[in-house]
């Protein structure tokens, strides 16, 4: 399916997978494969699409309503202008080179591939890949832990969990000072002084790794 006049996307799910892919397109393209009882709805308001994975149920003795089995896959093509925000429960999500303000799941692994992002968080799973651009970075994890390539930073940034290890790569475009701390955990951190940006990395039960590639 395809949406013209798009400028930011909504896309949740609750136990599907989210992919987001970036094109040269300027339209928004829209797939998904659905597993059992299950059914995607979406829709355009104004520039905004809201994209939804919705799990059909059904009441029990007409008074209770109950989720039955299903998921469905969602696949979302975006053009390098629109703004992405994607969710879900119990699914993971993959963000591959477009731009993502705000990117959570509950019980998921995140991964992102030359993704420019601003905020990422999830409860039980890890965050892994490489971020082209993170403007004011916010990394989050409860039960996880944090693996990211960073290419440029542009603002303060804050990636933490609280069961897992953090290791950060960042390339010589990072102009930050590295605030690192752990716990119950080693700690290693290449020399990041004096850089016009701060970036505060910590873990509670793990250990901190902050590079250079």
């Known amino acids: 399916m395809i949406f013209e006049d798009v400028k930011e996307v909504i896309v949740s799910s609750v136990s599907g997978k989210i992919t987001v892919e970036e094109h040269e397109g300027d339209f928004v393209e829209v797939n998904y494969t659905i597993e059992g009882e299950c059914d995607v709805e979406i829709k355009q308001e104004g520039e905004k699409l809201i994209i939804k994975e919705k799990p059909k149920r059904k009441k029990i003795l007409g008074i209770i309503n109950k989720d039955l089995k299903g998921k469905a896959d969602i696949t979302v093509r975006v053009p390098e202008s629109v703004l992405v925000t994607a969710s879900t429960v119990n699914g993971t999500v993959l963000i591959e080179g477009a731009k993502a303000g705000r990117i959570t799941s509950v019980n998921g692994s995140i991964v992102l591939r030359e993704a420019r992002v601003s905020e990422v968080s999830t409860v039980n799973g890890g965050v892994s890949g490489s971020i082209a651009l993170a403007e004011d970075l916010k990394v989050s994890a409860v039960n996880g832990s944090i693996g990211l390539d960073i290419e440029d930073m542009e603002g303060d940034g804050i990636v933490s969990t609280v069961n897992g ?43 901190v790794v902050v590079e250079r590639f």
């Open 165 to 207: 290890s953090v290791r950060i790569r960042l390339s010589d475009l990072c102009d930050v000072t590295v605030i690192a701390s752990a716990v119950n955990g080693r700690i290693h951190v290449d020399d990041f002084e004096d850089g016009e940006f701060k970036l505060k990395v910590s873990t509670v039960n793990g250990s």
